[in-house]
């Protein structure tokens, strides 16, 4: 594969989902015919919060954690769900059962403030209460993923300041990120690594970002990044396991000098980072050492969230 066409969300393909079900406003249709209106208010303005989660063994990994997100996020921004964490779940069901699915899932939950009266902003015109779609598919992250790494390249956009647009908010509007993304694309890099408004090392456009150095285990404050699930999970996995992990400022020099560097997301567990600007990180090629060991304890955390 040439360099220039991976992404921390490459997946095997996997032709089962060009027929799956997707579920819109309760009814679960096939793929082609899973519709939304030209109003929506998700389609108009990037209004709506969403959740990538996976399926494993029939269960949910990380389920109350992922709600917890959504349902702070939602009524930060006044967006009803119309319905709570259990009609949540037996949504999610219902399309995994209409898609005879149990197993390496991955999931985008969507919720939006529905469908407007008219095209423009204000949320009141947004009356038709929330537009609910489920997106599953069978996914497994790609394998050179883990045997090459990924390259990253520092990037102009930053993840700014909680009064612009929280970066804790997992919105539907992700400009931000995509612009970020494009600039890393453009620099030849697979995804952006995006700095805080004061310069430190914060976050990549769609993951958490983590280093090593002497055997300790560095990610940003949290400050100006995604609350990811991941991301606690790994800290809290370092703190179980006596491994040191700090959650501090640090620079570029400290990144390009790291012997280790990792993303976090859903999707991907821990994606080992090869290069950042073209530097390559540590002596090794793919995943080190202690990501390797994270990676091993996150499965072996998966497994047992996910006991059936
Ligand atoms: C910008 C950004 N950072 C990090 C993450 C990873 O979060 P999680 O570990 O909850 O999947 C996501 C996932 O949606 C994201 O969009």
Redesign the pocket.
């Known amino acids: 594969m040439d360099d220039s066409e991976i992404s921390t969300h490459d997946a095997e393909e996997d032709i089962r989902n060009r027929d799956i079900m997707i579920y819109v406003n309760g009814e679960i249709v096939p793929r082609a015919e899973a519709k939304i209106s030209v109003y929506d208010s998700g389609f108009m303005l990037g209004d709506g919060m969403w959740e990538?989660m996976r399926l494993y063994q029939g269960k949910w990994a990380f389920f109350d954690e992922?709600m917890d997100?959504l349902f702070d996020s939602c009524k930060a921004v006044s967006l009803n769900i119309g319905m709570d964490r259990q009609g949540v779940l037996d949504a999610l069901t219902q399309t995994a059962e209409a898609n005879g699915m149990t197993h390496d899932v991955h999931c985008r939950l969507m919720i939006t403030r529905g469908v407007k009266s008219k095209p423009f902003q204000h949320p009141n015109l947004s009356k038709s209460g929330p537009t609910i779609v489920i997106i599953m598919e069978h996914s497994k992250p790609a394998a050179h993923l883990q045997a090459k790494g990924i390259s990253l390249a520092t990037v102009p956009q930053v993840?700014g300041l909680p009064m612009s647009q929280d970066?804790k908010y997992?919105s539907h509007s992700?400009l931000n990120?995509v612009i970020a993304c494009l600039q890393a694309e453009q620099a030849g890099a697979d995804e952006g690594l995006m700095l805080d408004p004061h310069g430190f090392v914060n976050?990549?456009?769609?993951?958490?970002f983590f280093i090593v150095r002497k055997g300790e285990v560095w990610t940003s404050t949290g400050d100006y990044?995604?609350n990811?699930?991941?991301?606690q999970k790994v800290i809290d996995l370092c703190k179980a396991n006596n491994i040191p992990v700090f959650q501090k400022n640090y620079s570029l020099v400290e990144a390009y000098g790291a012997e280790e560097a990792f993303l976090?997301?859903?999707?991907g567990a821990q994606t080992p980072v090869a290069r950042i600007d073209g530097k390559k990180i540590g002596p090794h090629d793919g995943t080190g050492p202690m990501t390797a060991r994270l990676q091993s304890l996150y499965r072996e955390l998966v497994a047992q969230n996910t006991q059936p």
């Open positions: 990538g992922h997100r993840r970066a997992n992700k990120c976050t990549t456009n769609a993951c958490n990044c995604m990811g699930v991941t991301r976090t997301g859903t999707f």
